[in-house]
């Protein structure tokens, strides 16, 4: 895209009447943005759903024009990526977003080219189960090195990110505001890593501020990126309950965390699982299964290394010499051989898998790491 393209682009996302999804349909028609603001009159009209208030805008281009210059100094002077929706190296699943967004602002060493790219949300309060949740899961899924998109939000965001960071994962910060800033102000501190390996998008000039509105926009785009979205914890209501709604309108794959139906921050979770727009997940096993991903040859061949210094307590012991014995299990056989009732086997065997010890197959059949 030149320069002069993307000026217009600009100019025309800044028209407030002219959506995503009107702005591909004018650039497809007259073949370029430029050409949209010189086309006739006539001929704009004549275009399903223009009518003469978006013409009458597009006429005093130039007041678009001049704060699309603005846009573009910022932009040169930050050094900032610009990815269009027509052109290679914008996300490819986005591509297919409806309401994707005409252009894409990038900052740090992204790589959308990866096909395993995976969405992780939830609520600003999490709890330890959540967290817990979400380092186990990272580490599972290290040999498949998805991309791990999210909001950097607090709670769920920023712990998946953290947690990216940690495992070596490739992770992007989807933003509900201009480039300029970093809200919530004191995630700052963990933009320099995740700039090393992923990085930040927004479809937001430097000129917006993180409005409640905006970030119900930006979830169109951590939903319309990924192969899949997970939600870790979640009230009844809440911006991720969005997310997953937007992922399942685009025919993703959307993944719950079950949590007892006491638990404020599980029932949106539960609620997904019930009403059939979530995959239950327990761990990446599920993920994995749902996804069909297959590990490289390589990491095939590779021994899986037990975690070292786990204390299992006399019960948890029981059980795991149990499956260490007869190999993989389903939950009612390990209760019948372990003589427990199956609730509390179920019970123990997921902190079994929180400890990295055990893992679930589907079909809940468990078997030893």
């Known amino acids: 895209m030149t320069a002069n393209e993307l000026l217009y682009r600009l100019a025309l996302q800044r028209i407030s009447k002219i959506g995503d999804i009107t702005a591909k349909k004018l650039i497809a028609h007259c073949g370029s943005a430029e050409q949209v603001f010189k086309e006739k009159k006539d001929r704009l009209l004549k275009i399903d759903g223009i009518g003469v208030s978006i013409y009458k805008e597009l006429s005093s281009g130039s007041r678009f024009l001049k704060e699309a210059e603005s846009?573009?100094?910022?932009?040169?002077?930050?050094?900032?990526?610009?990815?269009?929706f027509d052109e290679s190296g914008y996300p490819e699943k986005l591509k297919h977003c409806i309401d994707g967004p005409v252009l894409l602002f990038t900052k740090g060493n992204i790589?959308?080219?990866?096909?395993r790219i995976i969405s992780i949300v939830g609520t600003r309060n999490i709890t330890t189960y959540g967290m817990a949740f979400c380092e186990t899961l990272l580490a599972e899924l290290v040999p498949f090195e998805p991309v791990i998109v999210s909001g950097l939000a607090y709670g769920v965001d920023i712990q998946a990110h953290k947690q990216a960071v940690k495992n070596n994962l490739q992770t992007i910060a989807c933003l509900a505001h201009g480039l300029n800033q970093i809200y919530p102000k004191i995630h700052q501190k963990y933009v320099t890593e995740i700039l090393k390996n992923g990085g930040l998008v927004t479809d937001f000039w430097s000129t917006s501020q993180p409005e409640r509105e905006n970030f119900l926009q930006r979830n169109r785009i951590i939903a319309g990126m990924s192969e899949a979205t997970i939600v870790v914890e979640s009230?009844?209501?809440?911006?991720?309950?969005?997310?997953?709604?937007?992922?399942?309108?685009?025919?993703?794959?959307?993944?719950a965390v079950p949590g007892r139906v006491t638990d404020k921050y599980s029932s949106g979770c539960n609620q997904l699982i019930r009403s059939e727009k979530a995959h239950l997940i327990s761990s990446a096993a599920d993920l994995v299964y749902w996804l069909n991903w297959d590990l490289p040859e390589l990491e095939k061949s590779k021994p899986i290394q037990k975690q070292l210094f786990v204390q299992l307590t006399h019960e948890e012991q029981k059980l795991f010499d149990f499956l260490n014995n007869q190999g993989q299990q389903p939950i009612d056989l390990i209760a019948l051989g372990c003589e427990m009732p199956t609730n509390k086997v179920a019970t123990l065997l997921l902190n079994?898998?929180?400890?990295?010890?055990?893992?679930?197959?589907?079909?809940?059949?468990?078997e030893v790491i």
Do not use: W
């Open 71 to 84: 846009e573009m100094k910022f932009i040169d002077d930050e050094s900032i990526c610009v990815q269009t």
């Open 111 to 115: 790589n959308f080219d990866k096909k």
């Open 235 to 255: 009230a009844e209501k809440g911006g991720s309950l969005v997310t997953a709604d937007i992922a399942h309108s685009y025919n993703r794959d959307v993944f």
């Open 352 to 366: 079994m898998e929180l400890q990295g010890v055990i893992r679930p197959l589907p079909g809940k059949v468990f």
